[in-house]
């Protein structure tokens, strides 16, 4: 749990869009039946945790999509270098 919450301190338009999407699983290997089975039970909302979700990444992306086209956006625009806090590694 302390990685959902981690992701969710760290995620800052919140007020644009209240999802973050998390990534799990071992290399190639894929999630192990442990990591699902917590997955199912976070399903439940915690006190004091975010809701959790198990599903594909294209219905995220198309949700947030969605509010990054809508005509209220509060999403920032950034203008020249982009620079990412919290990658873990690079492919070059």
Not at 66 to 82: D, H, R, V, Y
Request: hydrophobic share 35%; aromatic share 10%.
């Amino acid at each position: 749990m302390s990685e959902i919450m981690g992701a969710w301190k760290r995620y800052e338009p919140k007020a644009a869009q209240d999802e973050v999407v998390m990534n799990y699983g071992y290399g190639d290997g894929g999630p192990t039946r442990a990591m699902i089975e917590c997955g199912i039970r976070l399903r439940v909302r915690h006190l004091g945790y975010s809701k959790v979700k198990l599903e594909g990444i294209v219905p995220f992306l198309d949700r947030l999509g969605a509010a990054m086209n809508a005509p209220n956006s509060k999403f920032p625009t950034w203008n020249g270098e982009l620079c990412l806090q919290y990658y873990r590694s690079t492919l070059t």
